[in-house]
């Protein structure tokens, strides 16, 4: 069906192309009958503006700036990220816009806070954000806020702050599938554990959501009755692994079941797999290549994806239709949460 144009419209009402556009952009004089007139055929004929259109004809520049976390052989899962970042700017082409990238180390706080401060020095006209640190996020997002800088949050989310939007999965809910998962897969007697990798578990609010929303899921009508152990290992190294796992398989035997709440499940599968002999389950998050290659060799048992180019995609699509033509984006939009076995894992890494 031909989408319905200005002119569409001005030739149904009789009267002139120019008055059709002051009616529908409400500049200049328009007799009130020929007002109401103009916007019942629109209705009719479903008009809708062409936005894109919109926003080349006023020319403006755009200045935005990613702050995310930095990729590296430790965290690779931020290395979709600009991925999404560029597939939006290619498609923005055409238009007077600019992003500038930055990265922060998300094992400290303190650079954290040194490139927010870079962020400003650049008067941004707005910015997607990873908020991994909790109370850092919110002091930069007041900040943010009292400049009237708009922020879009990708990844995870902070409803004390007045943020622009959130693209990305519902946090407590992905928790809560990984708990019917771990459900599924446990036996009813058997004990399952919930390792958070972080330094400082408290500032890492999206891990203690995710594990908020497992243990919900046990309070349900859950079959496994085994006890749910929680466990933090602040560090990944292998020695720092080694005696955190050793110390609680000793304490607990039964365990069989694993859900790690972030992306470092390799690391405590390839540990388990070369040094125990009895089977463990494991749960964990994003398709690392590490984790997508134990995820085939049958190591790990699911992976849950979070889609990261989406929302990096997403995020900046939205600033820049909220800059350049106001149009106010939904606030949350959720991402499916994509379970990952060794079955259907080429179609989310090859497509």
Same mark, same amino acid.
Request: net charge positive.
């Given at each position: 069906?031909?989408?319905?144009?200005?002119?569409?419209?001005?030739?149904?009402?009789? $009267?002139?192309?120019?008055? $059709?556009?002051?009616?529908?952009?409400?500049?200049?004089?328009?007799?009130?009958?020929?007002?109401?007139?103009?916007?019942?055929?629109?209705?009719?004929?479903?008009?809708?503006?062409?936005?894109?259109?919109?926003?080349?004809?006023?020319?403006?520049?755009?200045?935005?700036?990613?702050?995310?976390?930095?990729?590296?052989?430790?965290?690779?899962?931020?290395?979709?990220?600009?991925?999404?970042?560029?597939?939006?700017?290619?498609?923005?082409?055409?238009?007077?816009?600019?992003?500038?990238?930055?990265?922060?180390?998300?094992? +400290?706080?303190?650079?954290?806070?040194?490139?927010?401060?870079?962020?400003?020095?650049?008067?941004?006209?707005?910015? +997607?954000?990873?908020?991994? &640190?909790?109370?850092?996020?919110?002091?930069?997002?007041?900040?943010?806020?009292?400049?009237?800088?708009?922020? $879009?949050?990708?990844?995870?989310?902070?409803?004390?702050?007045?943020?622009?939007?959130?693209?990305?999965?519902?946090?407590?809910?992905?928790?809560?599938?990984?708990?019917?998962?771990?459900?599924?897969?446990?036996?009813?007697?058997?004990?399952?554990?919930?390792?958070?990798?972080?330094?400082?578990?408290?500032?890492?609010?999206?891990?203690?959501?995710?594990?908020?929303?497992?243990?919900?899921?046990?309070?349900?009508?859950?079959?496994?009755?085994?006890?749910?152990?929680?466990?933090?290992?602040?560090?990944?190294?292998?020695?720092?692994?080694?005696?955190?796992?050793?110390?609680?398989?000793?304490?607990?035997?039964?365990?069989?079941?694993?859900?790690?709440?972030?992306?470092?499940?390799?690391?405590?599968?390839?540990?388990?797999?070369?040094?125990?002999?009895?089977?463990?389950?494991?749960?964990?998050?994003?398709?690392?290549?590490?984790?997508?290659?134990?995820?085939?060799?049958?190591?790990?048992?699911?992976?849950?994806?979070?889609?990261?180019?989406?929302?990096?995609?997403?995020?900046?699509?939205?600033? &820049?239709?909220?800059?350049?033509?106001? /149009?106010?984006?939904? /606030?949350?939009?959720? +991402?499916?949460?994509?379970?990952?076995?060794?079955?259907?894992?080429?179609?989310?890494?090859?497509?």
């Amino acid at each position: 069906m031909k989408k319905a144009t200005i002119k569409d419209i001005a030739v149904r009402a009789g $009267v002139s192309i120019g008055t $059709v556009d002051r009616v529908l952009h409400e500049r200049g004089e328009v007799a009130e009958e020929t007002r109401k007139k103009v916007l019942r055929i629109a209705s009719e004929l479903n008009y809708t503006p062409n936005l894109m259109a919109q926003a080349l004809k006023t020319r403006k520049r755009y200045d935005l700036v990613s702050l995310l976390p930095v990729s590296s052989v430790e965290n690779s899962f931020w290395s979709k990220h600009p991925e999404g970042m560029t597939k939006a700017m290619v498609e923005l082409d055409q238009f007077p816009v600019t992003l500038k990238q930055i990265t922060f180390d998300m094992n +400290l706080e303190e650079d954290f806070q040194q490139k927010t401060r870079q962020v400003l020095e650049l008067y941004p006209d707005g910015i +997607l954000l990873a908020p991994v &640190f909790k109370s850092e996020s919110i002091a930069f997002c007041k900040i943010l806020q009292e400049k009237g800088i708009p922020f $879009v949050f990708v990844d995870n989310y902070l409803p004390e702050t007045n943020f622009l939007a959130y693209i990305g999965e519902e946090i407590y809910t992905s928790g809560r599938v990984a708990g019917q998962l771990s459900d599924i897969i446990t036996p009813v007697g058997k004990d399952i554990l919930i390792i958070n990798i972080a330094r400082n578990i408290r500032n890492m609010h999206h891990l203690s959501n995710r594990t908020m929303g497992f243990m919900s899921y046990f309070r349900g009508p859950a079959r496994n009755k085994g006890k749910k152990i929680r466990l933090n290992i602040p560090g990944t190294e292998p020695s720092l692994i080694k005696i955190s796992i050793d110390r609680v398989f000793r304490k607990y035997p039964d365990i069989l079941t694993i859900f790690i709440t972030g992306s470092k499940s390799f690391k405590i599968a390839s540990y388990l797999h070369t040094t125990k002999n009895h089977p463990v389950n494991i749960i964990g998050y994003d398709l690392l290549d590490d984790n997508v290659r134990l995820l085939k060799d049958g190591k790990i048992i699911f992976i849950l994806g979070q889609r990261p180019e989406e929302q990096t995609y997403r995020a900046v699509k939205k600033l &820049f239709e909220y800059l350049s033509l106001g /149009k106010k984006p939904e /606030k949350m939009e959720y +991402l499916p949460v994509d379970i990952v076995t060794s079955e259907n894992v080429d179609f989310f890494v090859n497509k």
